[in-house]
């Protein structure tokens, strides 16, 4: 007999309301939903970079509509918001492809990289709107990331990338004038470079660096620069880090002490250097304050004045917003119903950030330093989908693979008009987030609602190898992707399906990027789940190690060994080398111009599964690269894998509620 799993409710969430209608009886899968492909599409706004110019709050905002284009906007206080960057420029850096931190602002003036073209661009918002944007930097190859602008010197500062013809492109730490945009180098020599920042005044840069085959979030180092007063960088010390310790986000506090996370202790805490040099550790916790540096420009803490910080820490999977004061240690949580944060900016006392829970999608909130009280800011888009129609996420831990314990996210079907008929079980869907270095959302995803509100379940699985939980589990998919994360979606699968809270019969897998790798893992190599859907999933490890972007071209050393020493084992867990032994439908979504899981990937896979007469849709979409961001995407794939799993589960779509 499995052990029981233990479910939770998320803390601090409010009840659904109590429905005293009666309810129609319809089979699940089949409920109507008042959730739509295309309302899913124009709810799913990304919430990009953050910035505080005085009072002036600052923010990427993604435009489905639009083709993904990414909008600036700007609020300032007591007036309407506007639009900053308009189209046809996108706010997007390409940077290690997934880019991030792609502007900055200071005093009024925009620096931004347009995503077209990969160039800097300047737009002065003291002049009179419509503002025109600039060009800053010639066509040069180069991209530009995690931009600073260097008030004193007339400069940005940020990392870029620039492309080679053979081999890989170069990464370094620039100045860019804003007189003349001449690009000069600052710091080069090692494989990558993240979070260039200056002091106040000016005169010393801080900067992480790693190489390969490490990660960012596996070893990278701290080092800290002197900078004349022409902008030349001193050689550059050695601070913290090293092979056994991930840094995150050095920052400087308005006295110039610098600060960063570390995960020295097994879990990513907040530290300061001391004027002595010898660094403390400001609140020594089994959290986290720091998430996987994917994209730049992340923010978990900032000041909001000379002792103070506001910072988010994830404890268990769950992110909480707390005060920190610098000099005493003293942490102070803040009572919310928010559970997943991020992109925490402040100034003069007021900290900005990036909030959503369960029955709320990511929106922008302030937090006051004296009155402790956390206000709606901006909230994207309206609310799309009713509080009584919200299914509401359990917490989920269960026993896998080894004596091991993984965790998740159970979401049961909800509808306030339906429910099913006799002792039907929901069909069930089990979600395997991408990276693999991650973890699922607690906040209000209308993608996962969409199969809910039809009567479907859905676990979202935190396998061993997600972030959240510390470096010890974060660590325990180093050599074991393609098992390790697997074993724990079965685990979970069979775990729901034991206790009869969904029909064993009626179980599919999906998942996007290294999330997809789990899906076809799980397939064919485990007879548990009767569907799956790849989107841009990883089928050929051997080719992915050697046709992939510089970012991640070593990272599956870590995750599966060195290559092409332990080219055995690339093979032995591709699914694509053993796709004889899949034997159910599976579809796939595909973008054309995917540079980080090239189309050949997905293309191969279906090919092979064809060959053998399987069931394998191959749905592609030629301007789609790595995520899909255009309205019409998203609805194309939501509808196609709805009728996919429809069709596999004969669920009739056309019968009418009793």
Not at 223 to 246: C, L, Q, R, W, Y
Not at 362 to 390: A, C, G, I, W
Not at 445 to 469: C, E, K, P
């Amino acid at each position: 007999m499995p052990r029981q799993a233990t479910l939770q409710r998320l803390p601090l969430l409010a009840s659904v309301n109590d429905v005293v209608a009666e309810k129609r009886k319809a089979p699940f899968g089949a409920w109507p939903s008042p959730l739509s492909a295309e309302t899913v599409a124009e709810g799913s706004v990304r919430l990009g970079g953050l910035a505080l110019d005085g009072e002036d709050v600052y923010w990427t905002q993604s435009r489905p509509a639009e083709q993904g284009r990414q909008a600036l906007l700007r609020k300032r206080e007591a007036k309407d918001v506007e639009e900053v960057v308009r189209a046809p420029f996108s706010v997007r850096t390409r940077v290690h492809e997934y880019g991030g931190g792609a502007f900055a602002v200071d005093d009024g003036v925009v620096i931004f990289t347009n995503d077209d073209d990969q160039r800097l661009y300047r737009i002065d918002t003291t002049q009179a709107a419509p503002w025109r944007a600039e060009a800053l930097t010639p066509p040069q190859g180069i991209r530009y990331a995690d931009l600073q602008i260097d008030r004193r010197l007339g400069r940005v500062v940020c990392v870029a990338e620039r492309g080679h013809e053979k081999g890989e492109p170069e990464n370094f730490i620039a100045s860019v004038s804003l007189a003349s945009g001449e690009v000069s180098v600052l710091a080069r020599g090692a494989d990558f470079y993240a979070f260039p920042r200056l002091d106040a005044a000016g005169e010393r840069l801080a900067f992480l660096t790693w190489n390969h085959p490490a990660m960012p979030w596996d070893a990278c180092e701290l080092h800290v620069a002197e900078i004349g007063a022409d902008g030349s960088m001193a050689p550059a010390t050695k601070v913290a880090g090293g092979e056994d310790e991930s840094i995150f986000q050095p920052a400087w506090s308005p006295d110039g002490i610098l600060h960063f996370a570390s995960d020295r202790s097994g879990y990513s805490n907040l530290y300061r250097v001391n004027p002595d040099g010898k660094v403390a550790c400001l609140c020594a916790m089994e959290a986290e304050f720091a998430t996987p540096l994917w994209v730049f420009g992340l923010s978990t803490y900032a000041w909001l004045d000379g002792h103070t910080l506001a910072s988010v820490f994830q404890k268990s999977g769950f992110w909480h917003l707390a005060t920190l004061n610098g000099d005493t240690g003293r942490l102070d949580t803040i009572d919310t119903e928010l559970t997943e944060l991020g992109s925490v900016f402040a100034h003069d006392g007021r900290a900005l950030f990036v909030g959503g829970s369960a029955a709320q999608a990511p929106s922008l909130y302030s937090l006051s330093v004296q009155s402790r009280e956390v206000k709606l800011f901006h909230r994207p888009s309206p609310d799309l989908v009713d509080s009584n129609t919200v299914a509401y996420p359990k917490a989920v831990s269960f026993p896998t693979s080894g004596g091991a314990t993984s965790h998740g996210l159970l979401y049961l079907p909800n509808s306030p008009d339906c429910e099913a008929t006799g002792d039907e079980c929901p069909p069930l869907l089990v979600l395997c987030h991408g990276g693999p270095t991650g973890s699922t959302s607690t906040a209000l995803s209308l993608n996962i609602q969409f199969w809910t509100t039809r009567g479907f379940a859905v676990l979202d699985v935190n396998y061993r190898g997600s972030t959240g939980y510390g470096r010890t589990y974060r660590k325990a998919l180093d050599g074991q992707w393609g098992i390790a994360d697997v074993e724990d979606c079965v685990a979970g699968a069979r775990m729901l399906a034991a206790q009869g809270l969904v029909d064993g019969k009626r179980m599919a897998i999906r998942g996007s990027s290294a999330g997809g790798f789990t899906v076809l893992c799980a397939l064919t190599f485990h007879d548990v789940f009767a569907a799956g859907a790849s989107y841009y999933g990883i089928s050929d490890l051997e080719a992915l190690a050697q046709d992939t972007h510089k970012f991640e071209s070593h990272y599956l050393e870590s995750l599966i060994g060195p290559y092409p020493q332990r080219r055995d084992i690339y093979r032995a867990r591709s699914p694509i080398h053993s796709a004889e032994r899949l034997s159910c439908p599976v579809i796939f979504f595909q973008g054309m111009e995917d540079r980080v899981v090239p189309p050949a990937q997905a293309e191969n896979m279906v090919a092979a599964l064809r060959s053998r007469g399987l069931v394998a849709p191959l749905v592609t979409f030629p301007n789609e690269q790595h995520g899909f961001r255009r309205k019409e995407t998203i609805v194309r794939a939501l509808t196609a894998e709805l009728a996919f799993y429809r069709e596999v589960f004969g669920i009739n779509a056309n019968c009418r509620p009793a």
